[in-house]
């Protein structure tokens, strides 16, 4: 069970941290005109090892509880693969406008990821929560990027 638990946190920290190696050097966060309510730089890299910790975490609760169908694995994986393009297409090629489309097509997948885990486990569903919420918030931020730069 503590290898199912570890596999499934690793996973998206270890590609996370991968895209965020890839994307750094290409990063112009400090130069972009932000609305007031942007947080601090250093806030991203730790909500986001965070949020991956509790994808992870709820990942594991339905897999050691032998609940994850085919259904939720395919949706987990989409919604990271989409989430992991995300700052590329923000930070690497400055597609602001479709980085906000896209990051809205996130959220449509992890709303159903919700769904989905929820229905075979309430924790597992429940722990992904603050992931949507932070990606509503990021949305209204990439949103607003994109209309003052």
């Known amino acids: 069970m503590v290898k199912t638990y570890l596999k499934s946190i690793l996973i998206p920290l270890l590609i996370g941290g991968f895209v965020g190696v ?7 966060y400090s130069n972009l005109i932000k609305p007031s309510f942007s947080p601090p730089a250093i806030l991203f890299p730790i909500v986001w090892t965070i949020l991956y910790i509790l994808m992870g975490v709820s ?3 339905l897999k050691s509880n032998l ?4 259904k939720g ?3 987990y994986y989409l919604q990271l693969f989409v989430n992991y393009l995300w700052p590329i297409f923000f930070f690497v090629f400055d597609f602001r406008l479709f980085s ?9 997948l ?9 229905d075979k486990n309430k924790l597992a569903g429940l722990l992904q929560i603050s992931y949507l919420l932070w990606l509503i918030f990021a ?3 990439n949103f607003s990027i994109y209309l003052l730069n």
């Open 73 to 75: 694995k395919n949706i």
């Open 110 to 118: 992890v709303v159903l990821m919700i769904k989905e885990f929820y």
């Open 67 to 70: 609940q994850l169908t085919k």
């Open 139 to 141: 949305s209204v931020l």
């Open 100 to 108: 906000f489309f896209w990051i809205l097509l996130l959220i449509v």
């Open 22 to 28: 890839l994307t750094s050097s290409n990063m112009n």
């Open 59 to 61: 990942y594991g609760v």
